[in-house]
């Protein structure tokens, strides 16, 4: 095959092409468009604006910061650079293109009323640096929606500026951190179960504990026997996602909160999932003392590449005395308010600092507010109803066709687990993932939570209609039924996409991360 162009980049064919250059001089196919590195693409000399002339002499002592050589930026007109990245633009999917089945990310469609909102020059104009007054109405907001998260949660008090999940996962440990220090009851270790995300071990080793596993049961969840067995006083927390990562929920959470408390230790609940349970359950009434709320997910701000996302904390009354400055709370008179630096040496004197400057993700804040507001507390129920739902009709059309491992244990929530359990010799979860880049899909959580072999999790949110999910559900039943064939074809998907299969151990290993052409 000849090389096109000096990155080597080549078509993807169907099989059967062994030559891509005898299908197209252009190598693009149709509207599927090739396009090389922009390095590739670029000659110098060519600029896409005009610059003036610098004017004047160089300030004294400044000569030696001149640039010696010109810079080794690639040279485009403005069209080619337009047309660069709006051509890689159509190699990528969306969450506007089409089903995102992501289990635990939660990639729901994000209405385009949250972005008129947020584009309002009453919010889009503002200014960190403006002096606060000038600027009520964005504080009122941010008020508003700290209001719905604490009804929401049955929690006291709310931290606004964890900028994700995992930050909001480091601001509930610091506060359970600064808590048990407040109280000369420095301890070391946080409990977290097998099935968690990464983030839950990892954010508690950057707070300096030491991380140790709890076992999940047969079926699913958290082992309480063996959680109470190690309860001892060197437990500052446990970290529970509830529904956890196996689209189940944690029905002994109470008895757990209780058991950790009565031990002296706090709960620490990975929220990543409320959208299973938005309107239906208060993370409060089960003893959870801190949580943090993944805006991005369950309130549908855009995630994953449209970032950034926002992951407020809320806080039982144990810990809102630790919480970061700014954040609300609900005063005495059963009123939210929010807590300024200001205010903090006479009303909030424990705070353990801040996690951000300013008052966090405004952006993120205006559309959680607005999607919200648009539902109502009916319509939110109606949100975790529906995903519940969604996701149960996925697990049911499915499991006679793949492995569903905690299928026998009853309905799951807002996601459903399969396993490579029962593929064929050879066929694994990657390659079903593959093939459902063929079929139009972008593919499910692979390989995750971990408790599971050849985990996929498929997350479909309460977007997607039925006759969307029968497309999907027809789709992956086909790929099932190939692997179970034995069609090799399947074992080199993706056949349609710009990329064939990559090696990704070798792009993890040694990424070209530099043109030196
Ligand atoms: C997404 C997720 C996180 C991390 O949240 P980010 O906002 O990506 O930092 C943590 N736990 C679970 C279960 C998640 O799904």
């Given at each position: ?43 110098p000399g ?15 002592g ?122 000369g009851?420095?301890?070391?270790v ?8 990464g ?49 189940l ?54 995630h ?16 809102a ?135 996929m ?13 029968d ?24 056949h ?22």
């Amino acid at each position: 095959m000849n090389a096109p162009n000096p990155s080597g980049w080549r078509p993807a064919m169907g099989d059967g092409v062994q030559d891509p250059a005898q299908l197209t001089a252009s190598g693009d196919r149709g509207l599927m468009l090739e396009e090389p590195l922009i390095f590739e693409l670029g000659r110098p000399g060519t600029c896409g604006v005009d610059f003036d002339e610098p004017a004047g002499e160089m300030l004294p002592g400044l000569a030696r910061f001149a640039r010696k050589a010109a810079p080794a930026l690639p040279g485009l007109t403005e069209p080619e650079t337009v047309r660069h990245y709006t051509r890689l633009s159509r190699q990528n999917y969306a969450i506007d293109l089409g089903p995102f089945p992501l289990g635990s990310c939660t990639m729901k469609h994000n209405p385009r009323l949250n972005e008129k909102v947020a584009r309002l020059p009453g919010f889009a104009d503002i200014h960190p640096l403006q002096p606060q007054q000038t600027v009520p109405g964005a504080i009122a907001a941010i008020v508003e929606l700290a209001d719905w998260l604490v009804t929401l949660t049955g929690m006291d008090a709310v931290a606004m500026t964890p900028k994700a999940g995992a930050h909001g996962e480091l601001c509930g440990l610091l506060c359970i951190r600064a808590a048990l220090e407040a109280r000369g009851d420095a301890r070391a270790v946080i409990l977290v179960p097998e099935s968690a995300h990464g983030t839950n071990p990892a954010t508690a080793a950057f707070a300096g504990y030491r991380v140790e596993n709890i076992p999940a049961t047969a079926d699913g969840r958290v082992d309480l026997a063996a959680l109470t067995a190690r309860l001892e006083p060197d437990v500052a927390a446990v970290m529970i996602t509830n529904p956890n990562t196996c689209g189940l929920f944690e029905r002994d959470m109470k008895r757990i909160a209780d058991a950790v408390h009565a031990v002296g230790g706090f709960v620490y609940c990975d929220g990543a999932n409320f959208n299973a349970i938005v309107g239906k359950v208060r993370p409060g009434d089960l003893g959870v003392d801190a949580m943090h709320i993944n805006l991005h997910k369950t309130f549908s701000t855009p995630h994953g590449g449209g970032g950034p996302g926002s992951g407020p904390v809320v806080l039982s009354a144990a810990l809102a005395p630790f919480a970061p400055l700014p954040f609300a709370q609900v005063g005495s008179d059963g009123v939210l308010r929010l807590i300024e630096e200001e205010d903090a040496l006479t009303a909030h004197p424990h705070s353990f600092g801040r996690m951000a400057a300013f008052h966090g993700q405004m952006g993120m804040f205006t559309r959680a507010l607005t999607y919200i507001l648009s539902h109502g507390a009916d319509g939110l129920r109606q949100v975790a109803e529906d995903a519940v739902l969604n996701a149960n009709y996925v697990l049911r059309s499915l499991d006679d066709a793949l492995d569903a491992p905690f299928g026998e244990a009853g309905p799951c929530m807002h996601e459903a687990l399969f396993s490579d359990d029962g593929l064929p010799e050879g066929f694994t979860t990657l390659d079903i993932a593959k093939g459902l880049i063929d079929e139009g899909f972008h593919p499910m959580t692979v390989y995750f939570p971990l408790v599971v072999h050849g985990a996929m999790l498929i997350e479909p949110t309460e977007t997607e209609s039925k006759a969307g999910l029968d497309r999907f559900i027809a789709a992956m039943r086909s790929l099932a039924v190939r692997a179970q064939g034995g069609d090799p074809s399947l074992k080199s998907a993706p056949h349609l996409a710009p990329r064939r299969r990559l090696d990704e151990t070798l792009a993890a290993r040694k990424p070209v991360l530099t043109y030196a052409g």
